[in-house]
């Protein structure tokens, strides 16, 4: 196996059954591992990183967007998390649960990027996908921690 798919698959996780759902938990432990003040630049590092190994590699793909290729699903939760900021464990949770949906279901502008060409499209859904479900855990958390909500 070329050392390639290791790292599109996210150590192998791609490869197993619901691998995007693994490979948006590998992201999650991504984010976990990078909480620092660079937190952003190592993100946007990895990002360009994995924009470049997609486009390098989807000669050899044999789909558009192959379902074990999950470094768009780590992008896409990671900047879901870098911008809800969860602080505790059911954020965490429902950040996982609306970018699953988000990325399952592609709903409009989602679906549109994904018809992207090559490793734009394949990466431009996901990180779509992760930026509403930030905006819409962030909106949430602030609700559900609102002083009118709690009494």
């Known amino acids: 196996m070329r050392i390639s798919r290791?790292?599109?698959s996210f150590l192998g996780l791609g490869f197993l059954p619901a691998?995007?759902?693994?490979g948006t938990i590998g992201g999650l432990s991504v984010y976990k591992l990078t909480k620092s003040r660079f937190k952003w630049i190592y993100f946007f590092v990895f990002l360009l990183f994995s924009w470049i190994l997609i486009k390098s590699e989807e000669k050899y793909f044999e789909k558009d967007d192959p379902g074990w290729v999950v470094l768009d699903e780590v992008a896409g939760i990671w900047i879901s998390m870098l911008?809800?900021?969860p602080d505790n464990?059911?954020?965490v949770f429902r950040n996982f649960i609306f970018f699953r949906i988000f990325d399952i279901f592609k709903p409009f502008p989602i679906g549109m990027l994904e018809r992207?060409?090559?490793a734009t499209g394949i990466?431009?859904?996901d990180l779509a996908a992760g930026i509403l479900s930030g905006i819409i855990e962030k909106?949430?958390?602030t609700v559900l921690n609102a002083k009118w909500v709690k009494g």
């Open 83 to 85: 911008i809800s900021k």
């Open 6 to 8: 290791i790292i599109l």
């Open 139 to 141: 909106l949430l958390d």
């Open 89 to 91: 464990i059911f954020s």
């Open 19 to 22: 691998g995007g759902t693994f």
């Open 116 to 118: 992207l060409p090559g």
């Open 123 to 125: 990466m431009a859904d």
